[in-house]
């Protein structure tokens, strides 16, 4: 049986548009269980394990903030952890998809709502050959936030045949780690095109030139539409 795995998270908030919180970002990540990512995942975990994150789940915004559980490290040690997880990424035979949204141009969160509801049925549909050629689709999300569950639940109930929505916990599940990671990275593309790159990120990644080679443009190979 032919099994699609495919991890949902999100950043931001339904809230009202306000200067520390402009975005809303939803990540999918696409693996075919068919496609063995063990190798990436050893390397990742004995990674961590000598660091003592293995048993923790990996989020990147605090990560560049230097929130907790990060804020005690040096910036060399929250970057190979980032560059870490950012490899086991762009290493795995993985594919992920990004909505991206500026909150200002929406008037509340039902408007919010309903465009990325709008957006994921039309990426489906778009691939619904692919999505159909699978005897199971699995979606993991933390149901961290109730309009993503509800909206995944709404629209791959009405574009595919069949589907299962799993509650995940993040520290289980490296590729949910990985639509963590996708999301910001999305939020620092954004940065980065509008020359906002914040205090936080300029340490983590040195400069623009560095974040635009070494992050941003090799992690498109790994999009879902592109073409290499």
Excluded: W
Aim: proline share 3%.
């Amino acid at each position: 049986m032919s099994e699609l795995s495919i991890f949902c998270d999100e950043s931001g908030d339904f809230g009202e548009f306000k200067k520390h919180s402009p975005y809303y970002v939803v990540t999918i990540v696409i693996h075919d269980q068919s496609a063995d990512i063990s190798n990436e995942l050893v390397k990742l975990d004995d990674y961590l394990h000598n660091t003592g994150f293995d048993n923790s789940a990996i989020h990147t915004a605090p990560l560049i903030r230097r929130e907790p559980p990060y804020e005690n490290m040096e910036p060399n040690d929250r970057r190979a952890i980032f560059m870490h997880l950012y490899y086991f990424a762009l290493k795995c035979d993985i594919r992920y998809k990004t909505f991206f949204y500026e909150k200002r141009h929406y008037e509340d969160e039902f408007k919010l709502e309903a465009r990325i509801s709008k957006d994921i049925s039309f990426f489906l549909r778009q691939n619904l050959n692919y999505f159909e050629s699978f005897d199971n689709v699995i979606i993991y999300y933390d149901k961290g936030q109730k309009q993503i569950t509800r909206l995944l639940n709404t629209v791959f109930a009405a574009e595919l045949t069949s589907h299962e929505l799993r509650n995940v916990s993040p520290k289980d599940y490296r590729l949910f780690q990985a639509a963590d990671l996708l999301c910001t990275i999305a939020t620092l593309e954004k940065h980065y095109e509008l020359n906002t790159l914040t205090k936080s990120e300029m340490l983590l990644f040195h400069s623009r030139k560095q974040l635009r080679k070494d992050i941003l443009k090799q992690i498109k190979k790994k999009d879902f539409e592109y073409i290499g």
